[in-house]
């Protein structure tokens, strides 16, 4: 069985295809810590204080819950049905010590243990093995968070914002120079008058055959 974690629940796999030779039995989820496993006595029955959630991890070194038929656990699987448990969902019942069995928010980052267990009544007729130890996700200590990174993104920003500033100086000369040096251009330069061309005008005059000199 393995576990997907929170800082106080854990995921995991239903029983599907294990307990079907027990039709009438009644399936429990026992909890403990990884240390406390060897020592669980299988005639513990639930709901009693001695197995209550509202006692663990001291003076109860195991508790059960999440109680189920067979039929919640039906083989083979029907298509889309979800086939997960969630250990440590309820907080509604956490302090309720009226209700030993609740499946409450577990009090510490383990590591846990978990099995399946078939009652008939309080013999226990089956059982799953021990699931491998299961740690909780723990939040890091504020001392623990490296600030490197943020100190050098605040670096890069202050960078940023002078070369922008700069480069907007800079753009603002150049712009200012090329406005000063058109305006100049056109003040200093003029127009001449273009001179003055006297056309010569020239009378045209017939030209005629001169007769043959006369000898």
Request: proline share 9%.
């Amino acid at each position: 069985l393995e576990g997907v974690t929170t800082g106080s629940t854990f995921v995991l796999e239903q029983p599907r295809c294990v307990f079907e030779k027990y039709g009438n039995a009644v399936i429990w989820l026992v909890v403990t810590l990884d240390k406390d496993a060897p020592s669980f006595n299988n005639s513990a029955e639930p709901g009693t204080p001695e197995t209550a959630f509202q006692r663990f991890p001291e003076p109860v070194r195991a508790y059960m819950t999440l109680n189920a038929t067979l039929g919640s656990y039906p083989c083979p699987k029907p298509a889309g049905d979800i086939t997960v448990l969630r250990v440590g969902s309820e907080t509604s019942c956490a302090r309720d010590e009226t209700r030993p069995t609740c499946n409450g928010p577990l009090p510490g980052p383990g590591p846990y243990r978990v099995k399946f267990l078939a009652l008939e009544g309080s013999v226990p007729v089956a059982e799953t093995a021990w699931s491998v130890p299961i740690m909780l996700r723990t939040a890091k200590p504020p001392s623990s968070i490296s600030t490197t990174g943020s100190g050098h993104s605040a670096g890069m920003i202050a960078i940023t914002t002078i070369l922008s500033i700069l480069f907007a100086i800079l753009l603002a000369g150049l712009v200012a120079m090329l406005v000063f040096w058109g305006s100049d251009s056109c003040g200093s330069s003029t127009l001449s008058k273009p001179e003055s061309v006297s056309v010569r005008r020239y009378n045209t005059h017939h030209v005629y055959d001169q007769p043959a000199a006369r000898l």
